[in-house]
């Protein structure tokens, strides 16, 4: 199939328009802004909520300033006159009062027969939802999108709050349409349980199934509508975040769907949406890309983000972290969706302090599109990711979350150790996916199938390496606790069935005081425990325990702060030989305790782990502050092939940043694969050199300020 334009590196500016940002509305200025920024494509409001062009459809909500104007039409002409693309944004999430009379029948219900109903503002506008097979979102949906591609000239759709169909439904066609299917009826959630609570329960479990089937029914049908006007059309909509586990779970939407339905694979990570801090983790953009690059190479990976943010939408987000957030992205080879929720465009509004923030980094991927586009991340190490695990054990809260935060531990613990890492998901996972891995970090993945079992083990006996932790494998795919790990043989141990509780006052003894996973952690017999621990006994004599569980110490009054003795036999790491390959086992939460806690006896405990399980042969070896992320993606067409990128993340104690502290004397060696350097090019930033020593090339930056980048053929 030839190449169109979405298989290339995107650069988006997105103005999702309020009712009367239509007035005066200069497309030549958001034109002009667009072309100075460096950005390719424009996404633009067409409608659904309020329609800002003449809709001959019954639905019809027309915007009260538009005066007769067509303004949709002048913004195509415009764009495409300077040489870049237009997307619609249209949005099914639901009508008004007086349109839901209109029809209905063609809306959700909540279990009592009520309208499903999410307020606006004004709070007295109430908006009824509709379903996957609503009317409203079948025929009426499928008719809008055919008007808008036949009169205007736009390069595809944008299908915002694709997730509008949140819980169960129970209107007459989800009813029957359910029992047809299932000879059953949809079950209701029990008095004083929240919907979500209610959706973990087995009940739901055929009606979530059948649920997600109509969610990708829903999808299919759009993207067939668009698609009916020329493959060159673009269909896609929003994902959340690679860890909201609650968004699959409410609306039956997952990434899966994005792989397979949307033109390029579009993730919504804002640097300010998080609920558990008031910004998230700025590595998390560059992630989230290596993520989207597992579930399918071949689509461009792009982040919905923008200059201001998701919770006070007029005022612009933190400037410098929005810079190293973009950065970020485009040193993992992503693209970059700006989105600003009001105003004509970023120089166009209340607050236009982030104006013109993504030049720079929309220069850069213009700059290097062909370079940027048909790559990979370059990994030493693969992190599984687990999507039955993480819709079980993600929490919003995360005192209590036991999945994301061991991801988010392990992602630290490879950033500041400059390992090269990507992701391969349960949904994908193959010996053929494993080639080259030498080493697979396994954070939590509690939910796994027997088949996931049998190729995890193929893999270590062949020569990979594995680090996992705490309950991993200790469930079947469904859910079903299973009496043992599913992997013991490869971890070398039986669980007792005995989960203690270390979140205080808690240590493990140090037993294999020589192990390699304990290198640099100094004079001492005693390590930090925290969260939870399994109790775990050997079943493999030739493995070593490195530590060993201690019964909790409590620290009041001082002199009773002791027990008898420090010894059980309940190892707490637990490392060797399997095959070819090595293992090492933590049965407790230390991949999470690198996030929670940091403290060296998890961080550096697990970079050893990491080092030990893989061989310690790394793509590079970097001399360079932990504050400094190194990310290198690898052509997929030629691995020699690699664009290094640095992004500088030195800066002061407290969130968010205000400076970015220059750092002085970075060197990278790469050990050159076929013997020599074949080429090389400066591809951002100033004071880098390269040269060729001992069979390696030398990166070498004389300052590194925000970012710079380099592309070697090794």
Same mark, same amino acid.
């Given at each position: 199939?030839?190449?169109?334009?979405?298989?290339?590196?995107?650069?988006?500016?997105?103005?999702?328009?309020?009712?009367?940002?239509?007035?005066?509305?200069?497309?030549?200025?958001?034109?002009?802004?667009?072309?100075?920024?460096?950005? %390719?494509?424009?996404?633009? %409001?067409?409608?659904?909520?309020?329609?800002?062009?003449?809709?001959?459809?019954?639905?019809?909500?027309?915007?009260?300033?538009?005066?007769?104007?067509?303004?949709?039409?002048?913004?195509?002409?415009?764009?495409?006159?300077?040489?870049?693309?237009?997307?619609?944004?249209?949005?099914?999430?639901?009508?008004?009062?007086?349109?839901?009379?209109?029809?209905?029948?063609?809306?959700?219900?909540?279990?009592?027969?009520?309208?499903?109903?999410?307020?606006?503002?004004?709070?007295?506008?109430?908006?009824?939802?509709?379903?996957?097979?609503?009317?409203?979102?079948?025929?009426?949906?499928?008719?809008?999108?055919?008007?808008?591609?036949?009169?205007?000239?736009?390069?595809?759709?944008?299908?915002?709050?694709?997730?509008?169909?949140?819980?169960?439904?129970?209107?007459?066609?989800? $009813?029957?349409?359910?029992?047809?299917?299932?000879?059953?009826?949809?079950?209701?959630?029990?008095?004083?349980?929240?919907?979500?609570?209610?959706?973990?329960?087995?009940?739901?479990?055929?009606?979530?199934?059948?649920?997600?089937?109509?969610?990708?029914?829903?999808?299919?049908?759009?993207?067939?509508?668009?698609?009916?006007?020329?493959?060159?059309?673009?269909?896609?909509?929003?994902?959340?975040?690679?860890?909201?586990?609650?968004?699959?779970?409410?609306?039956?939407?997952?990434?899966?769907?994005?792989?397979?339905?949307? &033109?390029?694979?579009?993730?919504?990570?804002?640097?300010?949406?998080? %609920?558990?801090?008031?910004?998230?983790?700025?590595?998390?953009?560059?992630?989230?890309?290596?993520?989207?690059?597992?579930?399918?190479?071949?689509?461009?990976?792009?982040?919905?983000?923008?200059?201001?943010?998701?919770?006070?939408?007029?005022?612009?987000?933190?400037?410098?972290?929005?810079?190293?957030?973009?950065?970020?992205?485009?040193?993992?080879?992503?693209?970059?969706? %700006?989105?600003?929720?009001?105003?004509?465009?970023?120089?166009?509004?209340?607050?236009?302090?982030?104006?013109?923030?993504?030049?720079?980094?929309?220069?850069?991927?213009?700059?290097?599109?062909?370079?940027?586009?048909?790559?990979?991340?370059?990994?030493?190490?693969?992190?599984?990711?687990?999507?039955?695990?993480? &819709?079980?054990?993600?929490?919003?809260?995360?005192?209590?979350?036991?999945?994301?935060?061991?991801?988010?531990?392990?992602?630290?613990?490879?950033?500041?150790?400059?390992?090269?890492?990507?992701?391969?998901?349960?949904?994908?996972?193959?010996?053929?996916?494993?080639?080259?891995?030498?080493?697979?970090?396994?954070?939590?993945?509690?939910?796994?199938?027997?088949?996931?079992?049998?190729?995890?083990?193929?893999?270590?006996?062949?020569?990979?390496?594995?680090?996992?932790?705490?309950?991993?494998?200790?469930?079947?795919?469904?859910?079903?606790? $299973?009496? &043992?790990?599913?992997?013991?043989?490869?971890?070398?141990?039986?669980?007792?069935?005995?989960?203690?509780?270390?979140?205080?006052?808690?240590?493990?003894?140090?037993?294999?005081?020589?192990?390699?996973?304990?290198?640099?952690?100094?004079?001492?017999?005693?390590?930090?425990?925290?969260?939870?621990?399994?109790?775990?006994?050997?079943?493999?004599?030739?493995?070593?325990?490195?530590?060993?569980?201690?019964?909790?110490?409590?620290?009041?009054?001082?002199?009773?702060?002791?027990?008898?003795?420090?010894?059980?036999?309940?190892?707490?790491?637990?490392?060797?030989?399997?095959?070819?390959?090595?293992?090492?086992?933590?049965?407790?939460?230390?991949?999470?305790?690198?996030?929670?806690?940091?403290?060296?006896?998890?961080?550096?405990?697990?970079?050893?782990?990491?080092?030990?399980?893989?061989?310690?042969?790394?793509?590079?070896?970097?001399?360079?502050?932990?504050?400094?992320?190194?990310?290198?993606?690898?052509?997929?067409?030629?691995?020699?092939?690699?664009?290094?990128?640095?992004?500088?993340?030195?800066?002061?104690?407290?969130?968010?940043?205000?400076?970015?502290?220059?750092?002085?004397?970075?060197?990278?060696?790469?050990?050159? $694969?076929?013997?020599?350097?074949?080429?090389?090019?400066?591809?951002?930033?100033?004071?880098?050199?390269?040269?060729?020593?001992?069979?390696?090339?030398?990166?070498?930056?004389?300052?590194?300020?925000?970012?710079?980048?380099?592309?070697?053929?090794?």
């Amino acid at each position: 199939m030839a190449r169109q334009w979405y298989n290339h590196n995107l650069r988006f500016l997105q103005t999702v328009l309020r009712e009367i940002d239509i007035i005066g509305y200069d497309a030549a200025g958001v034109v002009n802004y667009m072309k100075e920024s460096n950005t %390719n494509c424009l996404v633009v %409001n067409a409608g659904g909520v309020k329609d800002f062009f003449e809709n001959p459809l019954e639905m019809a909500n027309e915007n009260i300033f538009r005066d007769g104007r067509d303004l949709l039409g002048e913004i195509c002409h415009a764009v495409h006159a300077a040489g870049m693309h237009v997307l619609v944004r249209v949005d099914f999430r639901g009508v008004e009062q007086w349109r839901y009379e209109l029809h209905p029948d063609w809306f959700a219900a909540d279990q009592d027969g009520n309208p499903k109903v999410v307020a606006a503002n004004p709070a007295s506008v109430r908006i009824m939802r509709p379903c996957y097979n609503s009317y409203y979102t079948q025929e009426h949906a499928v008719a809008y999108i055919r008007y808008l591609l036949q009169t205007y000239e736009i390069d595809g759709i944008w299908q915002n709050a694709l997730g509008f169909d949140s819980g169960p439904c129970y209107c007459k066609n989800c $009813r029957d349409l359910f029992f047809e299917e299932s000879g059953e009826e949809i079950p209701r959630v029990p008095a004083g349980m929240g919907i979500a609570e209610a959706l973990d329960l087995p009940g739901f479990a055929k009606y979530r199934a059948w649920k997600a089937k109509k969610a990708d029914e829903h999808i299919e049908r759009l993207r067939a509508a668009v698609k009916a006007f020329g493959e060159e059309k673009v269909y896609c909509a929003e994902i959340f975040d690679m860890l909201n586990s609650g968004f699959s779970k409410m609306t039956g939407i997952d990434h899966d769907n994005a792989r397979k339905s949307f &033109d390029f694979i579009v993730s919504c990570v804002f640097i300010d949406s998080t %609920n558990k801090r008031p910004y998230d983790i700025i590595s998390n953009a560059g992630t989230t890309i290596r993520f989207s690059r597992a579930l399918d190479e071949r689509k461009q990976p792009v982040i919905v983000t923008g200059g201001n943010g998701t919770k006070q939408r007029y005022i612009a987000a933190p400037t410098l972290e929005t810079r190293l957030w973009l950065w970020e992205i485009a040193a993992a080879g992503g693209g970059v969706w %700006n989105c600003y929720f009001n105003g004509q465009h970023p120089a166009r509004t209340l607050d236009r302090r982030n104006a013109y923030s993504e030049k720079a980094i929309f220069g850069y991927l213009a700059k290097n599109s062909v370079r940027l586009s048909d790559t990979r991340p370059a990994m030493d190490v693969a992190v599984y990711y687990s999507n039955k695990s993480r &819709d079980r054990f993600t929490s919003d809260d995360e005192r209590v979350d036991q999945y994301a935060v061991a991801l988010r531990g392990i992602e630290r613990v490879l950033l500041e150790s400059h390992i090269q890492f990507g992701f391969v998901t349960d949904e994908n996972l193959s010996l053929d996916r494993l080639r080259g891995v030498k080493a697979l970090l396994i954070p939590n993945a509690a939910l796994m199938s027997e088949a996931e079992i049998d190729i995890i083990e193929q893999y270590v006996k062949n020569g990979g390496g594995v680090v996992a932790s705490y309950k991993t494998s200790l469930f079947d795919e469904t859910g079903k606790e $299973r009496r &043992d790990f599913g992997l013991a043989r490869l971890f070398g141990l039986h669980f007792t069935g005995r989960v203690q509780n270390t979140k205080a006052d808690s240590y493990q003894l140090v037993t294999g005081r020589d192990h390699p996973v304990l290198k640099g952690l100094g004079d001492t017999d005693m390590l930090m425990n925290a969260g939870e621990t399994l109790l775990c006994r050997k079943t493999d004599q030739g493995r070593c325990s490195v530590s060993s569980y201690i019964p909790t110490i409590l620290n009041q009054p001082p002199e009773y702060a002791w027990v008898p003795d420090l010894r059980t036999d309940y190892p707490v790491i637990f490392a060797g030989e399997y095959g070819k390959g090595r293992v090492v086992y933590f049965a407790n939460q230390t991949d999470a305790l690198c996030f929670t806690n940091g403290h060296e006896d998890f961080t550096e405990i697990y970079r050893n782990a990491v080092d030990y399980a893989s061989g310690e042969e790394y793509l590079l070896r970097a001399k360079a502050p932990r504050s400094v992320h190194i990310s290198a993606i690898a052509g997929q067409e030629d691995e020699n092939r690699l664009v290094i990128a640095f992004v500088n993340a030195s800066g002061s104690s407290m969130r968010p940043m205000k400076e970015v502290v220059p750092v002085h004397g970075v060197k990278v060696c790469v050990p050159l $694969r076929s013997g020599r350097l074949r080429g090389q090019s400066m591809l951002w930033g100033e004071g880098l050199h390269v040269s060729e020593q001992d069979g390696e090339a030398l990166i070498e930056i004389d300052r590194l300020d925000e970012f710079a980048s380099v592309e070697l053929l090794i």
